[in-house]
Structures are given as structure tokens and as C-alpha cells.
């Protein structure tokens, strides 16, 4: 599987996880995740509240809380919020990678079906 197929296939995942569930269209993996609201939406899809109001947060302190709930559960942090939320574009593997990590438990451990 190329890298752009992989990509896509991460993408078309994460939009219709949660598409109902943010105000914004997830377009990419880079700048549409900056704020957190797609991370949140998938951890809260999965795990209804596990993130409580992360999504009333300001968009750093949701990533932080993404990240250090994913952490919490063995997803190592390979990006920090900072940088996610300064850059808008981070690394393209490093964001499909910790997208795949994070897909990876939150299918594994769910506790619902989105």
C-alpha cells in the first residue's frame, strides 16, 4: 500500500468517525487536526466522555488533553500539542502514524460502536 493510498485510507476513516460530530470538515491530516476537535470526537465517539468537555476547551488545552489521555492508555505522544496547534501542518507520517496509533486503540479497547 503506497503512502497516499495509507493516507487516504486514515482520512476517509477519520471523516466519517466524525463528521457528525465537529463543526468542521476534516479535509487533511495536518491542519484540520490542529485544534484537536477531530482527535476528541474520535476518542469521545468511542468512548462516550472519556474526554469530558475537552471539546468546550481553547484548542490547546484540548490537544493536550487528547494526548495525554492517549498517553494514559500506551499511545506515545510523538507529537506535542504545541506543535500541532503552532505549525497547522506537521510532519505527514508522523501525523498518519500517531493517527494509525490512536485508531489502533480506540478500535481495540472501544467501549461502543460509532
Request: hydrophobic share 45%.
Amino acid at each position: 500500500m503506497t503512502n497516499s493510498t495509507s493516507k487516504q485510507k486514515l482520512l476517509s476513516f477519520l471523516q466519517q468517525i466524525v463528521a457528525s460530530h465537529i463543526s468542521h470538515e476534516v479535509s487533511n491530516l495536518d491542519s484540520s487536526l490542529h485544534d484537536g476537535a477531530a482527535l476528541v470526537a474520535l476518542v469521545n465517539c468511542f468512548f462516550p466522555g472519556a474526554l469530558g468537555d475537552a471539546m468546550d476547551l481553547r484548542p490547546l488545552d484540548r490537544l493536550n488533553a487528547v494526548l495525554q489521555d492517549a498517553a494514559n492508555h500506551g499511545v506515545p505522544a510523538l507529537l506535542d500539542a504545541e506543535d500541532i496547534y503552532s505549525l497547522k501542518k506537521s510532519d505527514d507520517a508522523l501525523s498518519m502514524l500517531y493517527l494509525s496509533l490512536l485508531i489502533d486503540w480506540v478500535l481495540k479497547v472501544r467501549t461502543v460502536s460509532c
